[in-house]
T-cell receptor
Framework: DVKVTQSSRYLVKRTGEKVFLECVQDMDHENMFWYRQDPGLGLRLIYFSYDVKMKEKGDIPEGYSVSREKKERFSLILESASTNQTSMYLC????????????FGPGTRLTVT | EDQVTQSPEALRLQEGESSSLNCSYTVSGLRGLFWYRQDPGKGPEFLFTLYSAGEEKEKERLKATLTKKESFLHITAPKPEDSATYLCAVQATGRRALTFGSGTRLQVQP
């Protein structure tokens, strides 16, 4: 079974702090993704990576950056957290082969106060 | 621009009362259509991939079908444990990212 893990289930940070969210997958997948999920807005893509050190912006990249130094690990960075970044953050991975179905981690509920 | 619209937003069923969820999509070229189940506070769980019109996939009480413009998730004789939000997503040819719908929140009452 594919397993995607995220470093924290719940996180509370203060405005202006630098926040790191970590994601690890164990299936040797090439593609990894970061989404945020908000009520009424659905899943929105922040960034994705299709290879080590490669990244592409998604639909809402402003205020975020990412890092992929190893194939299995994909980090989302909030450079200076703001209250409007309070959300559920979901990491996913997929293979370059076949149909690209994405497998998700359990999510991190981030609250910025 | 790829678009996915799911209906209804919410659906309440009695245990055993079969129904269908709809996913309408607009995409330049369809590589795949995906169905996920999401329980509250958890990440989406992959259910099915459909590739072309006429294709069907089944898993327990769930059956997914695909036409050129929409997909249906049929739920036969649902049980309370089927209560969840069901998400539909599409992938366009040549793209790595998926486009998700807003989901249908299903509640099955005993």
């Amino acid at each position: 079974d594919v397993k995607v893990t995220q470093s924290s289930r719940y996180l509370v940070k203060r405005t202006g702090e630098k926040v790191f969210l970590e994601c690890v997958q164990d299936m040797d997948h090439e593609n990894m993704f970061w989404y945020r999920q908000d009520p009424g807005l659905g899943l929105r893509l922040i960034y994705f990576s299709y290879d080590v050190k490669m990244k592409e912006k998604g639909d809402i990249p402003e205020g975020y950056s990412v890092s992929r130094e190893k194939k299995e690990r994909f980090s989302l960075i909030l450079e200076s957290a703001s209250t409007n970044q309070t959300s559920m953050y979901l990491c996913a991975s997929s293979s370059r082969q076949g149909a690209y179905e994405q497998y998700f981690g359990p999510g991190t509920r981030l609250t910025v106060t | 621009e790829d678009q996915v619209t799911q209906s209804p937003e919410a659906l309440r069923l009695q245990e055993g009362e079969s129904s269908s969820l709809n996913c309408s999509y607009t995409v330049s070229g369809l590589r795949g259509l995906f169905w996920y189940r999401q329980d509250p506070g958890k990440g989406p769980e992959f259910l099915f991939t459909l590739y072309s019109a006429g294709e069907e996939k089944e898993k327990e009480r769930l059956k997914a079908t695909l036409t050129k413009k929409e997909s249906f998730l049929h739920i036969t004789a649902p049980k309370p444990e089927d209560s969840a939000t069901y998400l539909c997503a599409v992938q366009a040819t040549g793209r790595r990212a998926l486009t998700f719908g807003s989901g249908t929140r299903l509640q099955v009452q005993p």
